[in-house]
């Protein structure tokens, strides 16, 4: 509140020669009180409910708590400690590593592909775009039951590769240790790979078509047109992209809660089924903050710095202009 | 001041503006696109003719059509009361979470793009970082908010942090888009006697109407298809919402596996029927979304 009392401060000179048309007031304070007004309710909504949390659970994680009775038994950075030390977190964090990277790696050059491939004069394009995108409209929650269906033994997805001839590459698909992740995988891109292509072709359409044509006149190959003009312009796009991406792959949680609740022996588990897992369902509230605050920071921390060292490229991002 | 004026022209629903100058497809394309379709729509769809379905016929081939098609199933679930709760429960939390996040939020981007006061790009810069919090990394820390100001077992456990975990991306997409309305308007409401209110009701409103829609429409979806949160702040089952009756519904039915098909089908109409009426404003606000952020 004390930078809008500076804002009363600032503007008393101004009703003398107003700095700039239609913003002359003769009442400063009530230039103070329309700003109390139009940020307030934001503000107080944010504040509460965004950075208090955050705040408390940093509070919380300093002490030994089940949720009942007083916060007494303070162990200072104990939880935090026993977080970082233990394997099952260090293994769920690796597999939101997983995640990340398999989506750079197999979804990023799909949907680049796919989108380079429909970006052309189609018959029935808008029904295509509907249909790609539809899985993302549906809830995480719904999607991982419907695959749940999909997935059980003997189901859909078996006796597809049985009518393919690879019914000897049927596994347990949500029972196996060696599988489950990948798995996941699989739905996660079901679900957010027409985004992805959506994303991509918005930004396809924004390449002006001189330059392909002025390439292709050159004597420039389809393929070196591609790869030397329009991925280099659809640079910014793909940044979003990964930026997106990367936030989605950290908050992995509905599907695999649903699905496997983390298991088969955490085979599956993420930084927020961990969370749930050890925190929240073993009523290990202290434990469960410590989690929270340590995730919190890995968070901020990765996409703060994309923000600043890769977004920058494009524009000045709106995260990082105001840190000058 | 460069942010403003990218983000604020482009158009939601770019796509196809320019006929004649994209290449015309080849055979690939037609092939791609028939794989894709069939990728994405042939689970949705086993499901849905799951649904018509016995869970004797289901157990005898999991896999074979109905024969015969039964709508008892289907019956059974829009007769009883559970899945309209479910239906209604969400309807509520998401139309008051976009109140709350489109009001306070075009109010707020107003302020920051038409006023001038010292930290203002601070302000501005505080709602901004609120993106780089997921709201399923903070489920929990918010649910010990919600314990102590005893909001649990309350949709407005759940309305209101969802509302204000809505913000940063309303303010990120609204303020530029704010900034970029010219500013002889202003002076030009300033000299028939407007008020700031006038203003910002009359002309400000209705000028930002895509981009409001967007934020609207974002904040919408993304509390209709909610999970983690409801399930930490909701014991009660007449308080699920939609995506928690849908898990809970298959858990605790898990042996009549037709229901759960049924119920799973039922589950996902709404979001696509939503979807398919506003698909453009969608499509095209999801795909401007990477243009406010970057801007």
Avoid at chain 1, 196 to 218: F, N, V, Y
Avoid at chain 2, 96 to 105: D, E, I, N, Q
Avoid at chain 2, 139 to 154: A, G, T
Avoid at chain 2, 162 to 176: D, G, H, K, N, Y
Wanted: glycine fraction near 8%.
């Amino acid at each position: 509140m004390t930078e809008l009392k500076g804002a009363t401060a600032e503007v008393i000179p101004a009703v003398a020669p107003p700095p700039s048309p239609g913003r002359r007031r003769s009442w400063p304070s009530r230039r103070f009180v329309e700003l109390t007004v139009l940020l307030g309710p934001a503000l107080a909504l944010f504040t509460i409910f965004v950075l208090l949390p955050i705040g408390i659970a940093a509070y919380y994680g300093l002490f030994n708590w089940t949720g009942y009775g007083p916060l007494s038994d303070f162990t200072g950075l104990h939880n935090y400690k026993l977080v970082l030390a233990d394997p099952v977190f260090r293994s769920s964090l690796w597999h939101n590593v997983i995640i990340a990277v398999l989506s750079l790696v197999i979804q990023l050059p799909i949907s680049v592909a796919i989108a380079l491939l429909l970006n052309r004069k189609m018959r029935g394009s808008s029904f295509l775009r509907m249909a790609v995108f539809a899985p993302y409209v549906v809830s995480q929650a719904t999607t991982a039951v419907l695959w749940l269906l999909i997935l059980q033994p003997g189901g859909f997805i078996d006796a597809l590769l049985q009518a393919v001839g690879l019914g000897g590459e049927i596994k347990d698909w949500l029972a196996d240790p060696n599988i489950v992740l990948y798995t996941m995988f699989v739905v996660l891109t079901w679900q957010f790979i027409g985004f992805g292509i959506i994303l991509l072709l918005a930004g396809l359409q924004g390449i002006p078509a001189e330059l392909r044509e002025a390439a292709a006149i050159d004597g420039a190959s389809a393929w070196r047109t591609t790869r030397h003009i329009t991925l280099p312009l659809l640079g910014p796009t793909i940044r979003i992209w990964i930026f997106l991406s990367m936030i989605g792959s950290l908050q992995v949680f509905d599907l695999v809660w649903i699905m496997t609740l983390g298991g088969p022996a955490n085979a599956s588990s993420t930084m927020v089924t961990y969370m749930i897992f050890f925190g929240f369902r073993s009523l290990e509230f202290g434990y469960g903050s410590a989690a929270a605050v340590i995730l919190f920071v890995i968070s901020f921390v990765l996409a703060f710095a994309y923000q600043r060292f890769v977004l920058r490229r494009d524009t000045e991002g709106a995260l990082t202009r105001a840190v000058r | 001041m460069t942010a403003a004026v990218q983000a604020a022209p482009r158009p939601a629903a770019p796509a196809g503006r320019r006929p004649g100058r994209v290449k015309p497809a080849i055979p690939l394309s037609y092939l791609v696109a028939l794989v894709i379709v069939a990728i994405t729509l042939v689970p949705m769809l086993y499901v849905i003719v799951g649904g018509f379905r016995t869970t004797a016929q289901l157990n005898v081939s999991p896999n074979g059509l109905p024969h015969p098609w039964v709508w008892e199933n289907y019956k059974s679930i829009l007769t009883s009361a559970t899945f309209w709760q479910n239906l209604g429960n969400s309807a509520l939390i998401a139309f008051v979470v976009t109140a709350l996040a489109v009001g306070c939020g075009s109010m707020a981007s107003f302020a920051l793009a038409r006023y001038r006061f010292p930290g203002r790009d601070a302000w501005y810069m505080l709602f901004a970082v609120g993106l780089l919090f997921p709201p399923n990394v903070a489920s929990l820390p918010v649910y010990f908010l919600d314990k102590q100001i005893h909001l649990l077992d309350n949709w407005l456990g759940v309305a209101l942090p969802e509302a204000a975990f809505a913000l940063p991306i309303t303010v990120i997409i609204l303020r530029p888009f704010m900034r970029a309305i010219p500013g002889e308007l202003e002076d030009a409401a300033v000299v028939d006697g407007a008020s700031r209110y006038t203003f910002f009701m009359k002309i400000m409103v209705p000028l930002s109407r895509p981009a409001l829609m967007t934020v609207a429409i974002l904040a919408f979806v993304t509390s209709w298809n909610a999970y983690l949160l409801p399930l930490l702040v909701f014991t009660n089952p007449t308080h699920y919402t939609l995506p928690l009756g849908v898990s809970t519904f298959q858990s605790t039915y898990s042996q009549d596996t037709a229901a759960v098909f049924a119920f799973t089908a039922l589950s996902m109409l709404p979001a696509l029927a939503f979807f398919a009426l506003a698909q453009r404003r969608i499509v095209g606000g999801l795909s401007g979304l990477a243009g406010s952020i970057k801007a």
